[in-house]
């Protein structure tokens, strides 16, 4: 079963990062939208209703959550280099997961923001010096997450759920 909760492994935080390291960090941010977009191309609605694993979300969920998980993390990182150490709040993953805009709403509407958001993001990232990476957040169950720790955390993230999906159509034959 953990193969296919962790199909890449487990994140593990290698840190410091070099600039290069944010910077592939940085990249792997910037094509998670693409790829996302990709592994869910011509799905059908009883294919994006398929749990990745049993017990798992199903595909139309994972392709919800992860502009969900990014705007919280976009918005903290705003926060951290705006702010001295700011306190984030927060969020029940799972229940956003089984709200009605998840089921409701098309995949391709949470793809659209995904890509969008990821737009900003990076740039908001690729405009940071030294003293950005500096920076940290305080998180009430992490405690305090450095910037570069949660750069790393994200980019992996990405990876991670992508490759539930595509992990899915290899088992599934659908790819």
Known sequence: MSDLAYPIGKFVWAGPLSAADRARRIDEIAAAPRALRDAVAGLTDAQLATPYRPGGWTVRQVVHHLPDSHMNAYVRFKLAVTEDAPTVKPYDEAAWAELADVSSVP???????????HERWVALLRSFGEADWARAFRHPELGVVPLERNLALYAWH???HVAHVT??????GWG
Do not use: I, K
């Open 167 to 172: 992990a899915l159509l290899e088992r599934a």
């Open 158 to 160: 990405g990876r991670h």
């Open 107 to 117: 995949v391709a509407t949470s793809l659209d923001l995904l890509a969008a958001l």
